[in-house]
């Protein structure tokens, strides 16, 4: 805490005083500096430490980089965290690895820049083999969602699929959030079905552009979370969606 309030000329002091000791902090040590900094909502002050040890060459692992993401992500600082970016894929030894390009993706679907979020998700798969595992599936859901892009959200479910990731409740949740919000109930009650094991791929697969073989290998009924159901629930009964209303009922009390 005292060392995250100290500004940058008594930061240059410390570093001057470990070399004269001959002390050489290693890059876990920098990263729980910077980490405790962020912990504490110093963020200025760990931005001002990570610039001026990089001013000094001193490496920094993904550790670090990450908890500046995030902590960049969680007080909507794009421009900070871009060039926090930017310095990980300068820097030698220190990949993107999937939780950098989750924290990104999130960041810029906040931002309504879903373009950015898909960019940098492609830039990970492309130029450093990040495949997207489930969280960054997710994350990238969500995005199209905040960006009102739904069948968007349709064809990254899909490709899930087509990776062979099987979705969790949490995903088949985001989206369905998604058709909620865009009054999109038979949609909506299309994932239901396929979440619940109900009924033929085939609706679902015609949604997210994939053969129903696709979907029909990775199928596992799920029980969704009760605050997707009850988002859904409201909305049925708020637009007069009787027949869906039913049917969700029947599909819930399924054994």
């Given at each position: 805490?005292?060392?995250?309030?100290?500004?940058?000329?008594?930061?240059?002091?410390?570093?001057?005083?470990?070399?004269?000791?001959?002390?050489?902090?290693?890059?876990?040590?920098?990263?729980?500096?910077?980490?405790?900094?962020?912990?504490?909502?110093?963020?200025?002050?760990?931005?001002?430490?990570f610039r001026l040890l990089r001013k000094h060459g001193i490496a920094f692992d993904e550790v670090?980089?990450?908890?500046l993401l995030l902590a960049c992500a969680k007080a909507d600082r794009l421009k900070?965290?871009?060039?926090?970016?930017?310095?990980?894929?300068?820097?030698?030894?220190?990949?993107?690895?999937?939780?950098?390009?989750?924290?990104?993706?999130?960041?810029?679907?906040?931002?309504?820049?879903?373009?950015?979020?898909?960019?940098?998700?492609?830039?990970?798969?492309?130029?450093?083999?990040?495949?997207?595992?489930?969280?960054?599936?997710?994350?990238?859901?969500?995005?199209?969602?905040?960006?009102?892009?739904i069948k968007k959200s349709w064809q990254v479910f899909g490709q899930m699929f087509e990776s062979g990731v099987i979705p969790d409740a949490i995903a088949y949740g985001t989206v369905i959030h998604g058709c909620v919000y865009h009054s999109k109930f038979e949609e909506a009650m299309?994932?239901?079905?396929?979440?619940?094991?109900?009924?033929?791929?085939?609706?679902?697969a015609s949604l997210v552009d994939l053969p129903p073989v696709a979907l029909s290998k990775h199928a596992v009924p799920l029980q969704l979370q009760g605050e997707v159901l009850s988002a859904l629930r409201k909305a049925l009964q708020k637009k007069n969606q009787h027949g869906h209303l039913q049917e969700l009922d029947t599909i819930l009390k399924r054994p």
């Open positions: 805490r005292q060392l995250a309030d100290t500004d940058s000329d008594k930061l240059q002091e410390v570093i001057d005083d470990m070399r004269a000791a001959d002390i050489t902090p290693d890059a876990v040590t920098y990263s729980i500096l910077i980490k405790a900094s962020c912990n504490t909502g110093h963020l200025d002050n760990a931005i001002a430490l670090a980089f990450n908890a900070e965290a871009e060039e926090i970016f930017q310095e990980m894929l300068l820097a030698e030894g220190t990949p993107p690895t999937l939780v950098t390009i989750s924290i990104l993706v999130k960041l810029y679907g906040k931002a309504k820049m879903l373009d950015k979020a898909l960019e940098v998700s492609s830039l990970a798969r492309n130029k450093y083999n990040l495949h997207p595992n489930l969280y960054l599936f997710t994350c990238l859901i969500q995005a199209c969602v905040r960006n009102r892009h299309t994932f239901v079905r396929h979440a619940y094991g109900v009924g033929q791929p085939k609706a679902l």
